[in-house]
């Protein structure tokens, strides 16, 4: 399908929805339990039998229900008695356009993610502009429905042109806020790093994406280890440039220290004005701990995909002053925050538990709060993004709201609203989603700015050719020295055995 056809498609989605998408220009959740930010205790603050005013894409006022307040005239009321109202959700890592190969990876390790679906791999000559339009904006419903309203991407479908534009229309047709970081990439499918050049400054020209302020243009880059001339126009274009986030995969560690932030430091990159999140970090040093703390920037800690396959967040919880939380692939696991939080609470717990249960003494304490984990998942991605209007319900700041059924049966009976969310909490009981003021899902449905069916019938089409594709492409081969790191080799994991008798139920 051509871009014209597709925005054919969306205009007539639109003149067909119903009335529910659009919101009043003020909007009042009246009567709820809301959690906002105390700034002097660094803690989240529920204010209960409150009421919470948006008014075009800013919350203009958070009050005690049972004060006297005059609203605009045109405000719509909507009782929120008994739930939980939450800032948005912050994603700091994915790639959306991925969805096609959705349960593909189910067991599948880093090792073989990079040379089977990765940007380096087939996916640049077999995924054309209508397989990552529809792959992202398939994806991007996902967190929407799940309360997820920001998100960095780190934007790696960018094989030429005509995907690089289709990506980005995705983008700003799913109403989610974004910061698109375009991956530059030595790729092997013609598309030249000179050309990725042009069409970068040229998408920072597109006249849609200038006239909207929800997706802004970032840049990803995972090869700062070269110090070529690739790596002097990266430099150039984060310093010359008003991008929104740089951002790239660091690992460290035996996975090789590219991209580390001493090697930010080096090139002048770390006390940039840009803001910098390094994915994973799973082997993050002290002295890249220390440049973070003194630059303020930040990691993005991806729980489920580092424990799935195999990346390690070694010293991740050493360094959560400057962590925020991250998805990464969204095609093998979890795609909402609320896991991740919770995934990353749990874990932590127990390792620090093991310091002392190791040495045959009973802790006394819990390491890590349910609190802590919820500001993770919200205002830490905010600064790490140094968009102080974001992560945080408060007045002036944007209206990326999100509302929980507080008495669904797995819910029922909360006392602690922070807890509820992060503990007890799944996307069923999201009942509202705004983003900018504006419904992204309204009473526990989804609201598209397309007929979400023919999306997703094209989007099926699309996965089904791909899938087809990747089942008869063998598995990449995978012996000797790992990405030519002496002494680092390819091994055999441990395999688990799960049933009695013959074999593993593997």
């Known amino acids: 399908m051509s871009k014209t056809s597709r925005v054919g498609q969306i205009l007539a989605g639109l003149a067909s929805l119903s009335a529910t998408a659009f919101c009043a220009n003020s909007t009042l959740f009246q009567g709820g339990t809301i959690i906002t930010f105390d700034e002097a205790s660094q803690l989240p603050k529920a204010l209960r039998d409150s009421s919470l005013l948006v008014t ?168 700062f280890i070269q110090d070529n001339n690739n790596t002097q126009a990266i430099v150039d274009l984060v310093n010359n440039n008003n991008v929104s986030a740089l951002t790239m995969h660091f690992l460290g560690g035996p996975w090789g220290n590219t991209n580390s932030p001493s090697k930010l430091d080096q090139l002048g990159l770390m006390n940039s004005t840009t803001p910098i999140v390094f994915s994973h970090a799973s082997y993050v040093t002290t002295d890249d701990a220390e440049l973070l703390r003194r630059y303020d920037q930040y990691i993005s800690t991806t729980p489920e995909s580092e424990m799935h396959y195999g990346h390690g967040h070694h010293y991740n919880p050493l360094i959560q002053d400057q962590s925020a939380l991250g998805v990464d692939t969204h095609f093998t696991f979890s795609t909402d925050i609320i896991t991740q939080a919770r995934i990353w609470l749990q874990s932590t717990r127990l390792r620090f538990f093991y310091q002392a249960l190791d040495n045959w003494n009973i802790p006394r304490n819990n390491p890590m709060s349910a609190n802590q984990a919820f500001t993770l998942a919200t205002r830490s991605g905010a600064l790490a993004l140094r968009r102080p209007d974001l992560g945080v319900l408060a007045t002036g700041n944007k209206a990326d709201v999100v509302v929980f059924d507080g008495d669904s049966p797995n819910m029922l009976g909360w006392s602690d609203p922070v807890a509820a969310v992060i503990l007890h909490s799944n996307v069923g009981d999201i009942r509202h989603v705004m983003v900018g003021g504006e419904w992204r899902k309204r009473d526990g449905q989804l609201v598209t700015k397309q007929n979400k069916t023919d999306v997703q019938t094209k989007f099926l089409e699309s996965a089904k050719r791909i899938q087809k594709i990747w089942l008869e492409t063998p598995l990449p081969e995978m012996q000797g020295e790992f990405g030519g790191l002496s002494h680092v080799e390819y091994v055999d994991a441990f395999t688990v055995d799960a049933v009695r008798g013959n074999g593993t139920g593997y």
């Not at 009321?77 to 912050?90: A, C, M, R, T």
């Not at 994806?139 to 991407?153: D, F, K, R, S």
């Not at 042009?198 to 090869?223: C, H, P, T, W």
Request: aromatic share 12%.
């Open 56 to 223: 075009g894409d800013t919350i203009t006022k958070i009050f005690d229900s049972s004060d006297n307040v005059t609203l605009p005239a045109d405000t719509e009321i909507i009782n929120v008695q008994g739930k939980i109202i939450s800032p948005g959700f912050i994603d700091t890592h994915r790639h959306s356009w991925q969805t096609a190969y959705k349960t593909l990876g189910s067991n599948t390790s880093l090792a073989e993610y990079f040379g089977r679906y990765g940007e380096f791999t087939q996916a640049g000559t077999v995924f054309g502009p209508d397989d990552i339009y529809y792959g992202t904006l398939a994806g991007l419903y996902e967190p929407l429905n799940a309360g997820v309203t920001t998100i960095l991407e780190h934007a790696h479908g960018t094989f030429s042109n005509a995907t690089s534009s289709a990506y980005l229309d995705a983008v700003m047709d799913s109403g989610v806020r974004m910061a698109f970081c375009y991956a530059f990439h030595e790729l092997s499918n013609g598309f030249s790093f000179e050309e990725q050049l042009a069409n970068f400054a040229d998408l920072m020209k597109n006249e849609r994406l200038n006239s909207q302020d929800l997706v802004q243009i970032g840049i990803a880059y995972d090869a």
